[in-house]
């Protein structure tokens, strides 16, 4: 059955359809005012009111020019003519209006203008840039928030591979291509990301590191791209921005991209290919500028084998690939790097340190550094923690990295017999004391086990200038 609208009972006869069209003229959010053929004012709407404040009554029924000296609409009646945009200002009403004739069988009958208040358009432009200004404040907080400290000037090393490493990351800087880097755990891998973010354009936004093997898997998604307002329950009110959005102009630092969950890892390669990313429950994408830096200590490629790494993803990330060197490969830049790292702790309200004892420098050498250079750093911090002269010394190092004796032998620690056998003779009194205590009872017990008198140990610990404080574990890496 033929529902009959009350549209449709209006419509069909003129008069209804007369009261139709008024009725829409009188509900629009534009002026409108109507004259006929003679210039008379015909209709003016309540919005024609408000935006001219020119009253029903003091109009109609008259010459529109007669009341309006200044009109034009009666010249588009005269040429046909339609005229847009014509500004105008009232009082302290402004206001923008079109003109067009009213043709009906081929023949003017009228004209039409139809005003839009500029009182609206000025509070909507003022209130846009008050809202643009705002956003660019949050831009500079999440600036400061996210913002790389590293340059190229902060990574050390002489070493033939890392300085092919750091050749290659200067050209990848200039370049805005998607950067894998790959190494074990403490290699500098996010050295490398912000010095290759500092030196490029993108300096001045921000660095956003992201590990996505510390955010549980069912998180990252809507850390990563953000959710919108009511997607899930206890969804924010708003919604939530996501890293990406956040790193908007800058960078975002994947660490970890191997634990980068497989549906996610879909996700990621939609943004790289087509710069856009979609909110969790949102029904659109929106642009995105963000440059791609990622990094894993795992083997990609294996991962990609087991099918644990999409395959698609992989090519994509692996267009310019840095893979650094772990510390033992390096061993030549550890005496650099030790000293930087002495240097750089300076400041920070210790006493100056200015020193390391060849023993204790052979020994760093000697040791593998599976933690590589922050372990290294723990290391440094811990005996500049420990030592109380000028020189860090054999006994200053944390027991951690004693346990290799290849030290003594090593060709790098030739130095005369005594101080050799005075190092050795530290080192074995250190870790005993260590062992079994400094109090009387750990002395003797000491002793005993050093197989010395009481006395001699005594001797010992003041001729070789062995501190009672001694530390006793290592630090973690
Ligand atoms: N070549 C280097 N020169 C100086 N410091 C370095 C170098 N490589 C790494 N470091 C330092 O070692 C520590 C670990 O580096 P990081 O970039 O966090 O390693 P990764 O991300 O590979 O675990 C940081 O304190 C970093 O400043
Ligand atoms: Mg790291």
Request: proline share 4%; hydrophobic share 40%; charged share 25%.
């Amino acid at each position: 059955m033929k529902v009959v609208s009350r549209f449709d009972k209006l419509v069909k006869d003129a008069d209804g359809q007369a009261q139709w069209l008024f009725a829409i003229l009188q509900s629009v959010h534009d002026g409108v005012l109507v004259i006929d053929d003679c210039e008379v004012v015909r209709l003016v709407n309540p919005e024609y009111t408000r935006i001219t404040g020119v009253k029903e009554n003091e109009i109609i029924g008259k010459r529109l020019r007669d009341v309006r000296p200044n009109a034009l609409l009666p010249e588009t009646l005269k040429d046909g003519k339609v005229r847009t945009g014509v500004y105008r200002k009232e009082g302290s009403n402004e206001y923008v209006v079109d003109m067009a004739p009213i043709v009906v069988h081929g023949q003017v009958i009228g004209a039409v203008s139809v005003c839009k208040g500029l009182t609206e358009v000025h509070k909507l432009t003022q209130e846009l840039k008050r809202n643009k200004e705002r956003l660019n404040e949050l831009k500079r907080t999440v600036y400061s928030i996210y913002r790389a400290t590293y340059t190229f000037a902060h990574i050390i090393g002489h070493n033939d591979k890392i300085k092919e490493m750091i050749r290659i990351a200067k050209r990848a800087a200039e370049s805005d291509l998607p950067v894998l880097i790959m190494g074990e755990s403490g290699t500098g891998k996010e050295l490398f990301a912000q010095a290759i973010h500092q030196e490029g354009p993108r300096a001045e936004h921000p660095f956003v590191p992201v590990n996505c093997a510390a955010i549980p898997a069912a998180l990252l998604e809507s850390e990563l791209f953000g959710y919108v307002e009511g997607s899930f329950t206890h969804a924010k009110k708003g919604g939530k921005i996501g890293l990406f959005e956040l790193a908007d102009g800058g960078t975002i630092f994947l660490d970890e991209i191997g634990d980068l969950p497989y549906d996610l890892q879909a996700k990621l390669l939609r943004v790289l290919q087509e710069k856009t990313i979609r909110k969790v429950g949102d029904t659109h994408e929106r642009r995105i500028d963000v440059r791609i830096i990622a990094a894993t200590n795992k083997d990609l490629r294996q991962l990609v084998a087991k099918q644990y790494f999409r395959e698609d993803l992989f090519y994509r990330l692996h267009v310019i690939t840095l893979h650094l060197p772990p510390l033992r490969e390096r061993k030549e830049d550890i005496p650099l790097l030790a000293h930087s790292i002495i240097q750089a702790s300076g400041g920070g309200g210790q006493r100056p340190v200015c020193s390391i004892s060849q023993a204790a420098m052979a020994l760093l050498q000697s040791y593998d550094w599976p933690g590589n250079i922050r372990e290294l750093k723990n290391v440094i911090d811990y005996a500049i923690c420990m030592t109380d002269g000028m020189e860090i010394d054999l006994h200053h190092l944390p027991p951690s990295i004693m346990k290799d004796p290849e030290v003594f032998r090593s060709s790098t620690s030739i130095q005369p017999l005594r101080k050799m056998l005075e190092e050795t003779e530290k080192r074995l009194i250190v870790e005993a004391l260590r062992q079994f205590g400094t109090d009387v009872q750990g002395k003797k017990q000491a002793a005993k086990e050093l197989g010395v008198s009481l006395a001699t140990l005594y001797n010992k610990l003041k001729k070789l200038g062995i501190s009672e404080d001694l530390p006793s574990s290592a630090p973690n890496g």
